[in-house]
């Protein structure tokens, strides 16, 4: 993830909902027996631009998931969204998930993946076309998904970098 296009924001002033990517049971075996473990992934958007993830660990499913929700608070994002969908086409890998997403017209609907549907539904994306290869490991689906966000770039934000005006941007 290049650094150039992360617009952090503030949680304040913000209505931020959550929603759970995935939890894991993880189990360490002692000399005493098993001990058992939680890890979750949590996904908190406004629904209006503004989306982070976040990962929670503790002994109790709902502390997981409590945890992964304030962590996810700490890096939020703003992402262009135009009309309900993206302002371009962008493939992005984390690891070994590659994803691709597409804008659509009006009426599409969401056609993504489990992990990746959380995450564009929370950054208020209505009609997008998302494919993921390779590993469907959520972690990195959800990174990967986060790393294409980031690069996206409006028109406006074109032109403001070139120095030039919005019709050559469109125009040449």
């Known amino acids: 993830m290049s650094n150039t296009n992360i617009k952090k924001v503030r949680t304040s002033d913000l209505e931020?909902?959550?929603r759970l990517v995935s939890?894991?049971?993880?189990?360490k075996v002692t000399k005493g027996g098993r001990t058992f473990s939680f890890s979750a992934i949590v996904v908190v958007g406004n629904?209006?631009?503004v989306v982070g993830y976040g990962l929670g660990k503790a002994s109790e499913v709902q502390a997981a998931i409590a945890k992964g929700v304030e962590d996810a608070k700490k890096n939020l994002i703003k992402v262009p969204v135009i009309n309900g969908t993206i302002p371009h086409k962008q493939e992005m890998h984390f690891g070994g998930s590659l994803v691709m997403i597409r804008p659509?017209?009006?009426?599409?609907?969401?056609?993504?993946?489990?992990?990746?549907r959380a995450v564009l539904e929370s950054v208020g994306i209505k009609n997008v076309l998302a494919?993921?290869?390779?590993?469907s490991n959520p972690h990195n689906l959800v990174k990967a998904t986060f790393a294409a966000l980031c690069e996206l770039r409006d028109a406006y934000s074109v032109a403001q970098v070139r120095g030039i005006s919005m019709n050559k941007v469109f125009n040449g």
């Open 23 to 27: 939890i894991q049971r993880v189990t």
């Open 104 to 116: 659509a017209a009006p009426g599409t609907g969401i056609i993504a993946g489990g992990a990746m």
């Open 16 to 18: 931020l909902k959550d």
């Open 131 to 135: 494919k993921s290869k390779g590993s």
């Open 47 to 49: 629904e209006n631009g």
